[in-house]
């Protein structure tokens, strides 16, 4: 079985400030870990994934995230946010011991950069 | 890049209604996908096709059937839609590796009255 967590479902931050969005999860064996984006009114846009390799992952936009095993996390974080970062947040995780195509998603969360 | 393309991306339906929401991948992926997103709850996922003509339920299929008689094309259908299928629905596609991310349609927002 695979789940994942998003523990808050908003997080505000001022502009200039550095952000992390939380996530964590569950799986039986080995993770793929996604992170994706929704703007208003839109669908979802693929922003970084964890599959194998170093723990610190680079994506668009500037944004990065961390995993880390032991805490079973993977936190996305931005060094300096942008009102534009406003926007919908999705964590997904897939079990790779099973070779499911199917990934589980968070229920979001909300990040809201202020001026 | 990629392209997922939803049909419609606001539809008004009355209740018993039979609705079509067609997607349209341009990148030869075998996975396609149809979620449904409502406040609060995430991201629910109707119903999945992993090749031409192959359907697997998802967490949420009552209601809903699928069509994929094309590689590029797969159909969410709402036999007889009622209220509580008010809703935004997203239409993904994956490559068949599993590390694959997902592309996502710019989603179809449906109410039915």
């Known amino acids: 079985a695979q789940s994942v967590a998003q523990p808050e479902d908003q997080v505000n931050v001022a502009e200039g400030n550095p952000l992390t969005v939380k996530c964590t999860y569950s799986?039986?064996?080995?993770?793929?870990l996604f992170w994706y984006v929704q703007y208003p009114n839109r669908g979802l846009q693929f922003l970084l994934k964890y599959i194998t390799g170093d723990n610190l992952v680079k994506g668009s936009y500037g944004f990065e995230a961390e995993f880390n095993k032991s805490q079973t996390s993977f936190h996305l974080k931005k060094p300096s946010a942008l009102v534009s970062d406003s926007a919908l947040y999705f964590c997904?995780?897939?079990?790779?011991?099973?070779?499911?195509?199917?990934?589980?998603f968070g229920r979001g969360t909300s990040l809201i950069v202020h001026p | 890049d990629v392209k997922v393309t939803q049909s419609s991306r606001y539809l008004v339906k009355r209740t018993g209604e039979k609705v079509f929401l067609e997607c349209v991948q341009d990148?030869?992926?075998?996975?396609m996908f149809w979620y449904r997103q409502d406040p609060g709850l995430g991201l629910r996922l109707i119903y999945f096709?992993?090749?031409?003509?192959?359907?697997e339920k998802g967490d949420i299929p009552e209601g809903y059937s699928v069509s994929r008689e094309k590689k590029e094309r797969f159909s969410l259908i709402l036999e007889s839609a009622s209220t509580n299928q008010t809703s935004m629905y997203l239409c993904a596609s994956s490559l068949s590796s599993t590390s694959g991310e997902l592309f996502f349609g710019e989603g179809s927002r449906l109410t039915v009255l």
């Open positions: 096709s992993y090749d031409v003509k192959m359907k």
């Open positions: 990148m030869d992926h075998e996975n």
């Open positions: 997904a995780v897939r079990d790779i011991t099973g070779g499911s195509y199917i990934p589980t």
């Open positions: 799986v039986s064996g080995n993770p793929y």
